[in-house]
């Protein structure tokens, strides 16, 4: 297929997260919930792939990530990795999958990695869910962080609102990746939070930082594909940078595709057996 890299195919790792921060290569991810797109964001040459709970709202038509279940988390990320070569999977853990207990926690992280290849689990939280990524990363499964605006929270923080403008919570979420930069996180999305202290997260851990709408200091920027490519038009944030309309091309190919069955201009001699 055309428009592809091919550059360098060499699997990309959690070290290799390490490494690209260590290197001030930048890390770019997307999500992705299904094969085709996992394929086309793979072929492109894109660094790591998220299968983000925000497949509820996306793929689902939710209001929002509370309701997706492990299991439908499964079926995307077991789709999305039968056509992954190159990037990095990582699936997020949905809400109520690690927040009752450890050992809950530990039951739903080893089902997800063992039914669907992924590379990585994420989870959203700092201090109240610590022991449990340490129980995680204990059992060799890797975990990425997510700090800042944690959609699961949506009911406690009662909107999208930027988190960490003051300094309470600011100190609090420093803290919170420095805990679990210790614990053994290999990366942290920081999500909607102020690009100064985003850049001073970065400097304080180890492991990479990966940004949505937290300036461009973190060592990665991640976006939701259908977002950026400008499929979900209601969604416009401040951080989203559109790279296509392809709500437009879609709706413009389906009128046109309807059209011609209405005509009776499709299908032709020629597409006709
Ligand atoms: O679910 C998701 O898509 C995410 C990203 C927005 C970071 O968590």
Redesign the pocket.
Known sequence: MSGYLTINSKKITTRSFFEMKQRGEKIAML?AYDFTMASLIDNSGIDCI?V????SN?MAGNEN?LPITVDEMIYHARSVKRAVKRALVIC?MPFGSYQISREEALRNAVRIMKETGVDAV?V?GGADILDTVKALIAAGIPVCG?LGLT?QSIHKFGGYGVRAKDKAEADRLLADAQALDVAGCFAI?L?KVPAELAAKVTEAVSCAT?G?GAGCQTDGQ???STDMLGMTNAFRPRFLRLYASLSTIICDAINRYSEDVKQSAFPSEEESY
């Open positions: 999500t998220l983000g709970d925000s497949a996306v990530t997020d994420k959203e997510h959609p999305v999500e990966i949505i991640v976006l939701v």
